[in-house]
């Protein structure tokens, strides 16, 4: 496709239950974010993949998080035994070179609930 | 963490009038990135801007890369309403990959 694209667009989880959401860059982007927007909030960075190997994990909240990229194009955020304050709209965004100059390209992201 | 202060929080302007937001920050910035989000969407890419200085516009929009590589400014001429959203700056710290850090977000309404 011709953007970042994120599945499930709305997710909608009772607490305790693990969750996974899926991005799929812009083909041939080499570069993958993954930022968490809670309401009202500017976007907080989470993890950071160049091709499949994960660079970054600093803004991960909890060791409940995990992503992962493993054949360095689609990638999977998981989210285990998940907890009320994990709500929030998870954003994936991609950029075309290892060039960390080239602008980000965000997709509209997966809006997490959890009861 | 790091924080980029952007003001101001919200703005209710008249159709036509001209519109100025800026962010600044603690740390020094090697890019900044000036994004408009609408609910239920992504943030969009407006601008980008990567050497201290630099002016940059994409139409009625104008944004600036402050000498200092700690601010940076983002102007909106003859608003009208499809303008309504809310804007983004973002930035990204020398050395630290490509993890941008964003600002709280300006609120624009627009009144026909």
């Known amino acids: 496709g011709a953007g970042v694209s994120q599945s499930p667009r709305y997710k909608v989880a009772k607490r305790g239950q693990d969750v996974a959401l899926r991005c799929d860059p812009i083909?041939?982007?080499?570069?993958l974010f993954w930022y968490q927007q809670a309401l009202g909030q500017g976007p907080e960075f989470l993890t950071y993949?160049?091709?499949?190997?994960?660079?970054?994990k600093s803004g991960l909240p909890s060791d409940r998080f995990f992503a992962e990229r493993p054949e360095g194009s689609v990638s999977t955020l998981k989210i285990q035994r998940t907890q009320q304050e994990d709500s929030a709209v998870y954003l994936c965004?991609?950029?075309?070179?290892?060039?960390?100059?080239?602008?980000?390209?965000f997709g509209d992201g997966t809006r997490l609930s959890i009861l | 963490g790091q924080q980029l202060n952007q003001s101001p929080q919200s703005m209710f302007i008249q159709e036509g009038e001209d519109v100025s937001m800026n962010c600044t920050s603690s740390s020094i910035f090697n890019t900044w990135l000036w994004y408009k989000q609408e609910p239920g969407e992504g943030p969009v890419l407006l601008i980008a801007l990567y050497k201290a200085g630099e002016l940059t516009s994409n139409g009625r929009l104008t944004a600036q890369f402050g000498i200092t590589r700690k601010d940076s400014f983002l102007n909106i001429s003859a608003s009208i309403p499809s303008d309504v959203g809310i804007y983004f700056c973002a930035g990204k710290i020398y050395n630290q990959g490509g993890k941008l850090i964003f600002g709280q977000g300006t609120e624009l309404s627009v009144k026909p």
């Open positions: 083909s041939g982007h080499v570069s």
């Open positions: 993949f160049q091709n499949e190997a994960q660079l970054d």
């Open positions: 965004a991609s950029s075309l070179k290892r060039d960390t100059a080239q602008p980000q390209h």
